[in-house]
T-cell receptor
Framework: EAGVTQSPTHLIKTRGQQATLRCSPISGHTSVYWYQQALGLGLQFLLWYDEGEERNRGNFPPRFSGRQFPNYSSELNVNALELEDSALYLC???????????????FGEGSWLTVV | AQSVTQLGSHVSVSEGALVLLRCNYSSSVPPYLFWYVQYPNQGLQLLLKYTTGATLVKGINGFEAEFKKSETSFHLTKPSAHMSDAAEYFCAVRRGANNLFFGTGTRLTVIP
């Protein structure tokens, strides 16, 4: 069974541009999460989507946005890129109720975004 | 809100020695606790988790962790380190209905 898949693996953008990152959850998973792993800042929660709706967001500005499609895949958009947006962006998925019945959040391998 | 603190951003052990990575949690409700491992240039992989029941949890690759409520700890151990264990390890706690709060990570170096 395929795990969480993310694309692209690496992305280089110029400051001020927009970046779009994509994620396909594990088959059957309806919840998708986005995390940012920036150097020196650890893993920071960005967004949670479930059944096509944004359910929660972390402490990030509105230029970080995303959406979830009917097939539960998701994309993360970062507008007006800043140098400090350079990070590994991790997508994860779970069954809707992540912590019920032992369900767990599973992570993809991430997309490296470099802003120059 | 639920949180975790990992003690020691870097830990070095000799190959064959005991691995001990420390994690303390703060939670006003019974916590769900997790350990994830991140190998270089890869995403996070679940090592083990504690939700309810047995306080000693066994995970993959020979790792285990013990939930100690009296000490608010969930330390990760492995009796004998292997070179392939070199990675970054993250402790995490369930926060809210459907979210994880991660510790700052501990980088494990295994010395041959």
């Amino acid at each position: 069974e395929a795990g969480v898949t993310q694309s692209p693996t690496h992305l280089i953008k110029t400051r001020g541009q927009q970046a779009t990152l994509r994620c396909s959850p594990i088959s059957g998973h309806t919840s998708v999460y986005w995390y940012q792993q920036a150097l020196g800042l650890g893993l920071q929660f960005l967004l949670w989507y479930d059944e096509g709706e944004e359910r929660n967001r972390g402490n990030f500005p509105p230029r970080f946005s995303g959406r979830q499609f009917p097939n539960y895949s998701s994309e993360l958009n970062v507008n007006a890129l800043e140098l400090e947006d350079s990070a590994l962006y991790l997508c994860a998925s779970s069954l809707g109720t992540a912590f019920a019945w032992g369900n767990t959040i599973y992570f993809g391998e991430g997309s490296w975004l470099t802003v120059v | 809100a639920q949180s975790v603190t990992q003690l020691g951003s870097h830990v070095s052990v000799s190959e064959g020695a005991l691995v001990l990575l420390r994690c303390n949690y703060s939670s006003s409700v019974p916590p769900y606790l997790f350990w994830y491992v991140q190998y270089p240039n890869q995403g996070l992989q679940l090592l083990l988790k504690y939700t309810t029941g047995a306080t000693l949890v066994k995970g993959i690759n020979g790792f285990e962790a013990e939930f100690k409520k009296s000490e608010t700890s969930f330390h990760l151990t492995k009796p004998s380190a292997h070179m392939s264990d070199a990675a970054e390890y993250f402790c995490a706690v369930r926060r809210g209905a459907n979210n994880l709060f991660f510790g700052t990570g501990t980088r494990l170096t295994v010395i041959p």
